[in-house]
């Protein structure tokens, strides 16, 4: 069974939701032994910005592009299709998401932007949208400064955990699991209960 890591966490060692997903991996390793683990870290090694120049190999337009483009696009799109590749070969996918201005940090778009991808995770029918991807389990460690869950007065700005979780579903991943910390700039002994919480929640995965 393969698990493919992704933190996008831009402040190292403090950072909330690293210490989540690697809490989420650590207990996953410890119930499923023959796990095969692949990390992707989205801050040591950011992804461009998609453009046509980039997009996966196997993404239709590329295909249409192949035959105009230099060695240098066609190296960028290889680079793209190893991080589709990545993602369509994992049985679990584990992903740490910060919020950032009310929303997942622009490295990890850039990352969903190379999995969203016609014909290899969703397709077009007679029905509408169908995802591609739905035997896959996605967990979601997510951290938040201030209170933007359900219910509170804030929650219409949150645009990070409902972005993942809109994505996921397009491509049939319909429930992610998460594990949520919030209110963590809202001083010590708050970020402390929220940690402690969100940490007994990863240890409580199946």
């Not at 069974?1 to 690697?22: C, F, V, Y």
Request: avoid cysteine; aromatic fraction near 4%.
């Amino acid at each position: 069974m393969k698990l493919l890591h992704i933190d996008a966490s831009i402040t190292g060692e403090q950072s909330a939701s690293r210490g989540l997903s690697a809490a989420i991996v650590q207990r996953l390793r410890d119930t499923i032994p023959e796990l095969d683990i692949v990390y992707r870290d989205l801050d040591a090694a950011p992804l461009p910005h998609l453009s046509l120049a980039n997009l996966p190999a196997s993404h239709p337009i590329a295909a249409s592009l192949a035959g105009a483009l230099g060695a240098q696009a066609r190296l960028a799109m290889d680079d793209s299709q190893a991080v589709l590749d990545e993602f369509l070969a994992a049985d679990i996918v584990v992903i740490g998401a910060p919020m950032y201005n009310f929303t997942i940090p622009s490295q990890l778009k850039a990352w969903v932007d190379r999995i969203l991808v016609p014909g290899q995770t969703f397709s077009y029918g007679a029905n509408g949208v169908q995802g591609l991807a739905g035997g896959k389990r996605a967990i979601l460690a997510v951290s938040r400064g201030g209170m933007y869950g359900p219910g509170s007065p804030a929650a219409a700005a949150e645009h990070g955990e409902s972005y993942l979780r809109a994505a996921l579903g397009f491509i049939g991943i319909a429930e992610p699991q998460v594990v949520v910390a919030e209110g963590l700039q809202m001083g010590a002994d708050r970020r402390a209960q929220a940690m402690e919480e969100a940490l007994r929640q990863a240890q409580a995965l199946a």
